[in-house]
Nanobody, 122 residues
Framework: QVQLVESGGGLVQAGGSLRLSCAAS????????MGWFRQAPGKEREFVSA????????DYADSVKGRFIISRDNAKNTVYLQMNSLKPEDTAVYYC???????????????WGRGTQVTVSS
């Protein structure tokens, strides 16, 4: 198992930016395919972005493409989500997920963080 702790959430005005971080511990971080998901009140958890083991291959939901950037630093055991041009509809709890399998948009990741709240005001 790998332990995941998200940080960087908060309250921001529409059009603003936030950078989320997810620190991993417990296993070799570079062995894990990483994903970001989010869940808004009353809605199902949805895929946001994912990144492969080396950081070369990334994927984004259409709703965030062009605004969010996922990256990872294997030396720091951390994955990041840079969120720009934020919209009120981005308001959600954001979760980091990890798995040794390349799950992509599938939310069947074996390891999850507790989440960090992002609130975008209009």
């Amino acid at each position: 198992q790998v332990q995941l702790v998200e940080s960087g959430g908060g309250l921001v005005q529409a059009g603003g930016s936030l950078r989320l971080s997810c620190a991993a511990s417990g296993r070799t971080f570079s062995n894990y395919y990483m994903g970001w998901f989010r869940q808004a009140p009353g809605k199902e958890r949805e895929f946001v972005s994912a990144i492969n083991w080396s950081g070369v291959v990334t994927d984004y939901a259409d709703s965030v493409k062009g605004r969010f950037i996922i990256s990872r630093d294997n030396a720091k055991n951390t994955v990041y989500l840079q969120m720009n041009s934020l919209k009120p509809e981005d308001t959600a709890v954001y979760y980091c997920a990890a798995d040794t399998r390349q799950l992509g948009r599938d939310n069947d990741y074996a390891n999850w963080g507790r989440g960090t709240q992002v609130t975008v005001s209009s």
